[in-house]
């Protein structure tokens, strides 16, 4: 199995401003994925993290909002732009390979004020 | 497009119960089916999975499901509840149909489990 190290585990924010949030893999990992968790709501997928190019965002999230890095197989970073309160989530790194069940991070769970 | 859905938002039970979280899929193809379990504050930890071998799966912690083609159910059960089950449970399906990583979850399953 995967190790998932997300940072930070949480924090608290002003709107307006930004937060980049880490997830680092203790192995080389196919594919990386981000979720959003709000409030009592399961997980909505925000896009898949591609190695050197640009990330595939779902429907409902775009990238001036969800910018998202992916340098390399083990590690990639999201940032929440320009912050609402409506973006106060739970956001979750997934990684998985081809042949194995996808692995979660504990999250970040973020409070904007 | 794949779907799932969960029935019952909120499940309690008596400690030592059968448990029954009901999960039912959308999918044009045979799909890969999972079960998750989420406790407070943590994140998602992989209960069981399905991937178009035995129907009746076994996962971790006592749990297990079938699959169901006839009804697309994939319901999770567990003999004898245990305080500890008390966590939120998610069942998934992969988008696209086959594959482990990109998951479409269901709605989830609240699990309260009483003395």
């Known amino acids: 199995s995967a190790v998932i190290s997300q940072k930070p585990s949480r924090d608290i924010c002003q709107r307006g401003t930004s937060l980049t949030i880490q997830c680092q893999v203790d192995s080389q990992v196919t594919m990386m994925f981000w979720y959003r968790q709000q409030p009592g709501q399961s997980l909505t997928l925000i896009a898949t993290?591609?190695?050197?190019?640009?990330?595939?965002?779902e429907s409902g999230f775009v990238i001036d909002k969800f910018p998202i890095s992916r340098p390399n197989l083990t590690f990639s970073t999201l940032t929440v732009s320009n912050m609402s309160p409506e973006d106060s989530s739970i956001y979750l790194c997934?990684?998985?390979?081809?042949?194995?069940?996808?692995?979660f991070g504990q999250g970040t769970r973020l409070t904007v004020v | 497009a794949q779907s799932v859905t969960q029935l019952g938002s909120h499940v309690s039970v008596s400690e030592g119960a059968l448990v029954l979280l009901r999960c039912n899929y959308s999918?044009?193809?045979?799909?890969?089916l999972f079960w998750y379990v989420q406790y407070p504050n943590q994140g998602l930890q992989l209960l069981l999975k399905?991937?178009?071998?035995?129907?009746l799966v076994k996962g971790i912690n006592g749990f297990e499901a079938e699959f169901k083609k006839s009804e697309t159910s994939f319901h999770l059960t567990k003999p004898s509840a245990h305080m500890s089950d008390a966590a939120e449970y998610f069942c998934a399906v992969s988008d696209p149909p086959g594959g482990y990583n990109k998951l479409i979850f269901g709605a989830g399953t609240r699990l309260a489990v009483h003395p």
């Open positions: 399905y991937t178009s071998a035995a129907t």
């Open positions: 997934s990684v998985g390979t081809v042949n194995t069940e996808a692995f």
């Open positions: 993290a591609n190695q050197g190019s640009e990330a595939t965002y």
């Open positions: 999918s044009s193809v045979p799909p890969y």
